[in-house]
C-alpha cells in the first residue's frame, strides 16, 4: 500500500514539474470558416507577405492590390478582381433578361374582345360575297376539267391506246 501511494505522489510530482516546463498556451484567436485568424483591425490597409511583394487588403472597400517592391519604390497594382467583374456580367443579363421579359408578355399579351356592337356577325359585304363566287366558280370549272382528263385518261388506259 505504501508503495503505490509513493507512486502516487511521485506522478503527481512529475506531472506538475513537466506542466512547468511546457509555456502555457495563450487561447486561440477566433478563426473564420475557411480556417482564417480573424483579427479586428482598425487600420485600412492589411498587408499578406506573397514571394516577391505583398498582398495589400483594403479593410474598407474590400479592393486588394499586389505591392511589388520595398520601401519608397514600391509600386500597388489593382489585381483583378472578379467577383466585381461577375456583378457586372449578373447586373448585365438581369436587365437583359427584364427586356425579354417585357417583349413576351408584350407578344404574349391577348387583346381584350371587342364589344359585341363591334363582333362580326359572319356578314359579308356584297363585294366580298362576289369575290368568293367567282372564286367557287372558278375551282369548280378547274375541278370539272381535271377529273375530265383524269376520265380520258382511264377510257385511254382501257381502251389500250395509251
Not at 391577348?110 to 359585304?125: F, I, L, Q, V, Y
Amino acid at each position: 500500500m505504501r508503495s503505490l501511494s509513493l507512486a502516487v505522489v511521485f506522478l503527481m510530482g512529475a506531472g506538475l514539474s513537466l506542466s512547468a516546463l511546457v509555456p502555457a498556451r495563450a487561447a486561440e484567436p477566433p478563426r473564420t470558416s475557411n480556417g482564417v485568424v480573424d483579427r479586428p483591425t482598425t487600420e485600412r490597409y492589411v498587408f499578406v507577405p506573397i514571394e516577391k511583394g505583398a498582398l495589400r487588403l483594403d479593410t474598407k472597400t474590400g479592393e486588394v492590390s499586389r505591392c511589388e517592391g520595398m520601401g519608397e519604390g514600391a509600386v500597388c497594382r489593382l489585381v483583378a478582381d472578379e467577383r466585381l467583374a461577375y456583378q457586372e456580367e449578373i447586373e448585365a443579363l438581369s436587365q437583359r433578361l427584364d427586356r425579354l421579359e417585357g417583349k413576351l408578355e408584350s407578344l404574349t399579351a391577348r387583346p381584350s374582345a371587342p364589344p359585341a356592337s363591334e363582333r362580326d356577325n359572319g356578314s359579308m359585304t356584297s363585294e366580298e360575297q362576289e369575290k368568293l363566287d367567282r372564286f367557287f366558280n372558278l375551282t369548280d370549272q378547274v375541278m370539272r376539267r381535271f377529273f375530265g382528263m383524269v376520265e380520258d385518261l382511264k377510257r385511254d388506259f382501257n381502251d389500250d391506246r395509251l
